[in-house]
């Protein structure tokens, strides 16, 4: 349960303090005592990059663009190409961020110019502010990464686009450019099952829901075969939809993480029109 909504403008060391508590999935309130709690905390949420501004000048995040901070103190940030990540510390009002790293894969104009100034904009100590659901960070000279609270999909009746495969520590892209109807992608139905495509077959399977845990049964699909590339994403899919495997829910990202942590992350698509019975992981 979300404890009470905040006013309008809320004290981020406040938040920050208590950005710990409440962040993990189906954890409750708690006793808070006389402390004040909110129902945003900084680390541990999804959040929407809004805009960055560098040098008095602002840009416009892709759509798609986002960012987390982990309890673990890990910031990742992502505008649809590379991934920027590097090591955060949060006290009071302040995040520390160490010096950013990110991979490096061809942009387009666009997502690499905001990439440029994110890198710029998450490097040492930034203030946090919170206002309603959105958050602001602060670097001492002036630059800003303008955030918002990224609310989060229902598991059931959402086309869930796979973008990344898991194994262990490394995380892979799926190939870019795969054709339409061998894009992977899953939709869990209200009747127990999960169909999609695999990557190179369709695919549909039962899909028992139990608090963080997704059990899937034999998976049934087409045969066909496929290029070298569809044939190696169909495989990492298959094997994240073995047996019993952990899921959470993030804003718009859906994780499946399995035995020897080979998973996979994706991404809603779209939302259908239907009652909102599956639980919510944010």
């Known amino acids: 349960m979300r404890t009470q909504r905040m006013a309008v403008s809320v004290s981020a060391l406040a938040l920050l303090t208590l950005a710990a508590c409440g962040t993990e999935s189906g954890s409750g309130s708690g006793d808070g005592g006389d402390a004040v709690q909110s129902d945003v905390p900084v680390t541990g949420v999804a959040w929407t990059v ?7 000048k602002k840009t416009e995040a892709p759509e798609g663009s986002r960012m987390e901070i982990d309890p673990k103190g890990r910031a990742t940030v992502s505008f649809g190409c590379n991934q920027i990540s590097a090591d955060a510390t ?3 009002d302040r995040v520390t961020l160490g010096k950013p790293v990110a991979t490096q894969m061809a942009c387009d104009e666009e ?6 100034a994110a890198l710029r904009a998450m490097d040492g100590d930034l203030t946090a502010k ?11 000279g002036g630059d800003t990464l303008a955030l918002s ?13 796979v973008k990344s495969l898991l194994n262990g520590e490394s995380t892979v892209s799926v190939p870019a450019g795969l054709p339409p109807e061998r894009t992977p992608h899953l939709t869990f139905r ?10 190179c077959n369709s695919l549909q ?3 028992a829901v139990k608090d963080d845990t997704i059990t899937f049964g034999p998976v049934a699909g087409t045969r066909k075969m496929c290029p070298k590339a569809e044939m190696d994403t169909e495989r990492a899919v298959l094997a994240a939809l073995d047996g019993t495997v952990t899921y959470t829910v993030k804003g718009q990202t859906l994780t499946l993480t399995g035995s020897g942590d080979q998973g996979i992350t994706a991404q809603a698509a779209d939302l259908e029109a239907q009652p909102k019975t599956s639980r919510q992981h944010g």
């Open 50 to 56: 809004d805009s960055v501004t560098v040098g008095g």
């Open 90 to 92: 949060v006290k009071g």
């Open 111 to 116: 997502t690499g110019t905001v990439e440029q």
């Open 130 to 140: 919170l206002s309603g659901e959105k958050l602001t960070l602060t670097t001492e």
């Open 149 to 161: 609270e990224e609310k989060p999909a229902d598991l059931v009746g959402t086309r869930w686009a």
């Open 190 to 199: 209200e009747d127990g099952t999960v169909e999609g495509n695999s990557g």
């Open 205 to 207: 399977a039962k899909a």
